[in-house]
């Protein structure tokens, strides 16, 4: 009964993080939750995916179709900038053609991203929450009847570890930090929990958690074996970031306009997806929790899987465009 009471502090509230905690009751490992939450999601969202790589294509075709045009346009209005910006505004309109949809994307992908990650924050947030309620219901349950060394001891082994691999916490960071959170880390932006004010004035931080962090946590920096991580998942994360938005970028190839200002912008537009973009996003993998880190790297290696069959099918499909019009040319020549 003391237990359920202290749980009523911890509430969760995301509707992703509410989808992580319903997949992991009935997986029953936060780690395979993850990467069965990955697929699924990635999954749901594949039509978009595919329905945003073709509209690229077509994108691509056009400007194809009207670079001839608007190097025409670039010649002829040479000494008319603003003339000339109209004359290719009013060409590319005709084509139905948009020099910024390759925004849309990034977009897409950053809004995917922080929906996610918020999630994930969430739970972060909430599973630690919990952790501090069951030990605290622990505690007041012991506190009479063992002695300290056996309550310390009883904390520490009914610390929630949710360890998958070579992580021996999900709920940090892939990196050679402490495997069990301090206080500081426990209210700071690392978690960003709160300290449940049930629990009194009686009861600290240190009490419930400290046996804990002297059972996992690293003796010194270079204490390897009590490290939470070792970067993998971060590095693999930042790596496959760069290879899945290149792919995107060879699908939609930049194309010259004719207008030294929009290929300006084109070029700046894609230096940030080549190379900003999946830094800063990598940051996230290495600041944040593990779980996240596994999300966005079988994230990017979907992605990436997606490309590669996508391209492979649009090759063969052009080639079949080429040879049927050489084919149609070949017979109207004999006719």
């Not at 080549?274 to 790297?297: E, K, Q, R």
Request: net charge positive; charged share 20%.
């Amino acid at each position: 009964m003391a237990f359920m009471n202290t749980l009523l502090s911890a509430e969760m509230t995301n509707l992703v993080g509410k989808l992580l905690l319903e997949l992991y009751e009935k997986i029953g490992d936060f780690g395979w939750t993850v990467v069965v939450f990955t697929l699924l999601l990635r999954t749901v969202v594949l039509p978009f995916d595919i329905w945003q790589k073709v509209a690229m294509r077509k994108q691509t075709k056009a400007m194809e179709r009207l670079r001839p045009q608007l190097e025409k346009l670039q010649k002829q209005y040479a000494n008319h900038p603003d003339l000339l910006r109209q004359k290719q505004s009013e060409l590319q309109k005709k084509e139905k053609v948009n020099m910024f949809a390759s925004c849309l994307p990034m977009i897409i992908t950053l809004v995917i991203f922080f929906v996610v990650w918020a999630g994930f924050r969430a739970l972060v947030v909430y599973e630690n929450e919990v952790i501090i309620e069951k030990l605290a219901a622990i505690y007041n349950a012991n506190k009479d009847v063992l002695s300290a060394d056996e309550l310390n001891a009883l904390l520490a082994k009914s610390y929630d570890l949710h360890s998958w691999g070579w992580v021996k916490n999900l709920f940090m960071s892939d990196i050679g930090t402490d495997v069990i959170p301090d206080f500081d880390m426990y209210l700071g932006s690392k978690i960003g929990a709160t300290w449940p004010d049930n629990l009194g004035t009686d009861i600290t931080y240190q009490t419930l958690v400290g046996p804990a962090m002297e059972l996992y946590n690293k003796t010194g920096t270079w204490d390897f074996k009590n490290w939470n991580g070792y970067f993998v998942l971060p590095i693999l994360s930042i790596a496959t970031s760069f290879i899945s938005t290149k792919l995107m970028q060879s699908q939609n190839p930049q194309m010259s306009t004719g207008n030294p200002e929009q290929d300006k912008t084109q070029k700046a537009t894609a230096k940030i997806l080549n190379y900003m973009m999946p830094l800063m996003l990598g940051v996230f993998a290495i600041m944040y929790s593990a779980a996240f880190a596994i999300y966005y790297f079988l994230s990017n290696v979907f992605t990436t899987v997606v490309s590669l069959i996508f391209n492979l099918i649009m090759k063969r499909k052009d080639k079949q465009e080429k040879d049927n019009a050489l084919s149609a040319t070949y017979v109207g020549g004999k006719k």
